[in-house]
């Protein structure tokens, strides 16, 4: 028996007792101040706001506002799930509850007359086949609980908290509506690979970083209950397991770019969320010499994330991961932000590499490529030196933040970091 299988089982087995040692209420008790199991924010900071609020001050009004605005319209909108694609779109197993999704970057083929097989060009969304896809669903869903699981910590509205509970529940437990606990079918490529999905799918799984951060603010809400506790936590065991033991989760976890460093992540979450704190710190130990040592170089580039077409959007992605593992593992290994590698490899010097194109055109990051969405990565990067200020104050990194930050005084993210 392989190790990854002996840790695979050892994790449900793990899981199960504290799952079934949830009987009585006081296990889902979370005192205040207490450490969610999963914070991928500045939770000390949130706390700081929601005194904030209670105290009737304006200082986070304006974002407090809109999440409760978002919140509210959420609450009548009905749950989704994978249940909802059409018929001619189940992948080829036949079972609707298994999750598909169609490459981003796939299209019809422009010299076949039917378009078969697909072809990819990277960089290139195909906005109006990837808009009809589980991923889709599941991103919606994955923003919802989080926004509602936000406005109950905020407010201490039920309403919000009862939500987002249900929609978890459509998604994770409901035998009707409940997804498979697999992505044997993300990114499949039409007319390739007999119709079957391709491992690097596995990257839509990241969502579920933020979505069990959000649940695990909802631990002492009362529509968090010990069935939807140990129902969220089977369903996650039992992807766990699909991750560590299956073809997909282990030539994913082989990656030596972006893709590794978010399934280390969602492991990471997972672990975390299950009481797992033994696999949490391996995970966390093995987190530079295993992928930032061989992903950042001395100088803070990221060489295979630059050889793409988007290749700012790629950094930027993969040092918002990295960043979200330092938060998670916070109560582990508080300086896993300021290791380096005896070169100068680090995390802190990927952030400062990408920081550098702050205020700068797409012209400036040549001979590298960022095809579409400039603004949007400029976007994210001001958040980026924002939140990293509290890991490096020695870069000035506030100062950054408030030469880039436009008219965005009513933004959510105001109340998280």
């Known amino acids: 028996m392989s190790q990854k299988i002996r840790i695979a089982r050892w994790f449900i087995l793990s899981l199960t007792l504290i799952a079934g040692s949830a009987g009585a209420k006081t296990s889902l008790e979370n005192k205040a101040g207490s450490k969610p199991a999963v914070s991928v924010w500045n ?74 097989p697909w072809i990819q060009r990277d960089g290139y969304i195909n906005e109006e086949n990837f808009k009809k896809d589980d991923a889709v669903r599941q991103d919606k869903m994955c923003n919802n609980v989080i926004k509602l699981s936000l406005a109950w910590f905020f407010s201490g509205d039920n309403r919000y908290a009862a939500k987002a509970v249900e929609l978890s529940r459509v998604w994770f437990i409901d035998p009707a509506t409940r997804m498979n606990p697999h992505m044997t079918y993300a990114q499949v490529i039409p007319g390739n690979d007999n119709n079957m999905g391709h491992f690097p799918g596995i990257i839509f799984g990241r969502v579920y970083t933020n979505l069990l951060a959000g649940i695990s603010l909802l631990k002492n809400s009362p529509a968090y209950t010990t069935a939807v506790d140990t129902g969220i936590k089977k369903w996650f065991g039992e992807y766990t397991n699909w991750l560590l033991t299956s073809e997909f989760g282990i030539k994913e976890g082989k990656m030596t770019n972006n893709h590794s460093i978010a399934y280390d992540q969602q492991l990471l979450a997972f672990a975390l969320f299950a009481g797992d704190n033994a696999t949490g710190r391996k995970i966390v130990s093995e987190v530079h010499p295993k992928r930032i040592f061989q992903q950042v170089e001395p100088d803070g580039k990221m060489p295979r994330e630059l050889s793409r077409t988007r290749g700012l959007g790629y950094s930027v992605y993969n040092v918002k991961h990295m960043l979200e593992i330092c938060e998670m593992a916070k109560e582990i290994n508080p300086s896993l932000f300021s290791e380096q590698s005896p070169d100068g490899r680090s995390i802190g010097k990927a952030i400062e590499f990408v920081a550098g194109y702050l205020g700068k055109t797409v012209a400036d990051f040549a001979p590298y490529k960022q095809i579409d969405d400039w603004d949007k990565c400029m976007d994210e990067l001001c958040w980026i030196v924002k939140w990293t200020q509290k890991y490096d104050p020695s870069k000035n990194y506030n100062l950054m933040f408030q030469k880039c930050v436009v008219n965005q005084s009513d933004n959510m993210i105001y109340l998280l970091y």
């Open 43 to 116: 939770y000390d900071h949130m706390l700081g706001v929601r005194g904030s609020l209670q105290k009737g001050e304006d200082t986070y009004k304006a974002p407090y506002q809109k999440l409760i605005q978002e919140a509210q319209k959420m609450l009548d909108e009905p749950a989704t799930s994978v249940m909802d694609k059409a018929d001619n779109k189940v992948a080829v197993s036949g079972d609707k509850h298994d999750f598909i999704s169609v490459g981003k970057y796939c299209w019809p083929n422009p010299n076949t007359p039917d378009g078969m």
